[in-house]
């Protein structure tokens, strides 16, 4: 039931554009990213609800497809801070838990 | 706010021993979730409460674990035995409850996570 994120990972250019998946083979109620820098914790980004309701990052954006049942985070014109790795997290039922995606490592250089 | 916090940071100890990890969660946060994060097997959700109460403990691996959260500002998690598979990092992350006039879900702010070796 683990979401598949592709890529695995992507080294970029500052100011380049980058688009991260994240894919379930069950029906979601809910989709969650969070960006983790090495050595530290997770830190939101976007949730993304069934039904369109969206909550999030001021410069970063996000698509939610129910019949897919996939979601896509871009980054558009990334800056060495947006490096790290990308989790997805998943829920099905409205239920809080989350299952989390194995990670996006994103390296940006300047 | 503080935001969460975790304690210790760090933590070495040898096999068999207990451990316990303690969390203090963003004041007013209806939530509190445990995770353990490994190379292997990524983040996963341990357990969580909402206003104390264990809702769902499905993600404790073994017997060995176990967790509190005796009033809204701690909770622990304990390891007794602890073998060197437990070896991870375990964060501790706080949310509100979902509002009615607001947002239908809100963000889960983690601790900076308590590095556990188990020798």
């Known amino acids: 039931q683990q979401p598949v994120q592709s890529p695995q990972a992507v080294i970029l250019r500052e100011g380049e554009d980058a688009v991260i998946n994240c894919s379930s083979s069950k029906a979601l109620y809910s989709v969650h990213w969070y960006r983790q820098k090495h050595g530290e914790a997770p830190v939101f980004l976007m949730i993304l609800l069934k039904g369109g309701e969206q909550k999030g990052h001021e410069k970063i954006s996000a698509s939610f497809n129910e019949k897919k049942q996939q979601s896509s985070l871009y980054l558009t014109a990334s800056q060495l801070s947006y490096s790290g790795t990308y989790f997805c997290?998943?829920?099905?039922?409205?239920?809080?838990?989350?299952?989390w995606g194995a990670g996006t490592k994103l390296i940006i250089k300047p | 706010d503080a935001g969460v916090i975790q304690s210790p940071r760090h933590e070495v100890t040898e096999m068999g021993q207990e451990v316990t990890l303690r969390c203090k969660p963003i004041s007013g946060h209806d939530y509190l979730f445990w995770y353990r994060q490994t190379m292997m097997r990524g983040l996963e959700l341990l357990i969580y409460f909402n206003n104390n109460v264990p809702i769902d403990d499905s993600g404790m691996p073994e017997d060995r674990f176990s967790a509190k959260m005796p009033n809204a500002s701690f909770s622990t998690l304990k390891i007794q035995p602890s073998e060197p598979r437990d070896s991870a990092v375990y964060f501790c992350?706080?949310?509100?409850?979902?509002?009615?006039?607001?947002?239908?879900?809100?963000?889960?702010?983690f601790g900076p996570g308590t590095r556990l070796t188990v020798l």
């Open positions: 997290g998943t829920e099905f039922d409205s239920n809080y838990q989350l299952i």
């Open positions: 992350a706080s949310s509100l409850a979902p509002g009615l006039a607001g947002p239908s879900y809100n963000e889960q702010f």
